[in-house]
């Protein structure tokens, strides 16, 4: 398997909303995208599937070094393999990477997020970084571009914290802020426990409600950054965002059922919302 074969199959067995999007872009932007967002899962599944967390630390330094490793010119992985050809035409830097490390790192050391700031800080490593290198990838112009870029992906980050409540409560980790369960009267043992009645209590719905509002506002602030002059070039985030913002909805409309089952919406309407985006440009 070479390593451009070995992202695409990575990239296509995730189910991610983010490869519908890939299917519109030429071949040298589709190349970089899929091998980067190879390596984002490729890191993701450290923290997700390593139970040991010592041996998850160990991996994560490992791809640390791979990182200085692959930008010295010697990549040993196929995800670096891939990926290095590319990253100096589409400005995709070491930095850029370590960040997305440096963000699962905090899901080792942590379990909780103490209130908003906290959770923003997370939100920017693991998405915000991540929604630059895609605008990059995708062909922005401008440099407000990336402003709108890392507030889509902030958007896109809070949408799955809503959507994963259940997933991450399975694992021991809530990343909906201490302060804000305090707020609405929510206790940690009631979100881990993953059922009724005291799951899908008013108080769960009320914060659910609260964090929905939240990313739709984000939403709506990273549209209204977009410059005109970008949005044509823009579109596989834009269509991102509509898969992501109709997912949203789906959610607040079943009534934030997330504590025992994951949410989706199914590949035909994935592929109909980016389909319609392509077409309209918006």
């Known amino acids: 398997m070479t390593p451009q074969q070995y992202v695409q199959d990575k990239a296509a067995r995730s189910g991610s909303s983010f490869y519908y999007a890939f299917l519109f ?3 040298e932007r589709r190349a970089a995208i899929t091998a980067f967002y190879a390596f984002c899962r490729e890191v993701d599944d450290v923290v997700d599937e390593v139970h040991d967390p010592s041996v998850a630390a160990n991996k994560l330094a490992w791809w640390r070094h791979e990182v200085g ?3 010295a010119g010697r990549p040993t992985h196929p995800v670096t393999q891939a990926l290095m050809p590319l990253a100096p035409t589409f400005h995709i830097e070491a930095a850029h990477l370590l960040a997305v490390i ?4 905090m899901d080792l050391q942590q379990s909780r997020m103490l209130d908003f700031p906290a959770l923003q800080r997370y939100c920017h490593l693991v998405a915000g970084i991540v929604g630059e290198v895609a605008a990059n990838i995708f062909g922005r112009t401008l440099e407000d571009t990336l402003r709108y870029a890392h507030t889509l992906g902030r958007a ?5 914290i809503i959507r994963d409540v259940g997933d991450d409560a399975r694992r021991g980790r809530i990343y909906l802020p201490i302060s804000e369960m305090q707020q609405f009267g929510v206790k940690a043992h009631e979100i881990l426990k993953r059922e009724s009645p005291w799951g899908y209590s008013e108080r769960f719905t009320a914060l659910m409600q609260f964090q929905a509002q939240r990313a739709h506002a984000t939403y709506d602030e990273a549209m209204a950054l977009l410059p005109p002059a970008d949005r044509r070039a823009q579109r596989p985030g834009l269509m991102m965002a509509h898969i992501y913002r109709e997912l949203l909805r789906e959610i607040e ?5 997330v504590l025992h089952q994951r ?3 199914t590949p035909l309407r994935k ?3 980016a389909a319609r985006t392509q077409v309209k440009g918006r």
């Open 102 to 105: 440096e963000g699962c790192e």
């Open 25 to 27: 872009l030429p071949d």
């Open 69 to 71: 490793e692959a930008y």
């Open 253 to 257: 409309a079943g009534g934030f059922q």
């Open 156 to 160: 896109m980050q809070l949408t799955n």
């Open 263 to 265: 949410i989706s919406l």
């Open 271 to 273: 592929l109909w919302i």
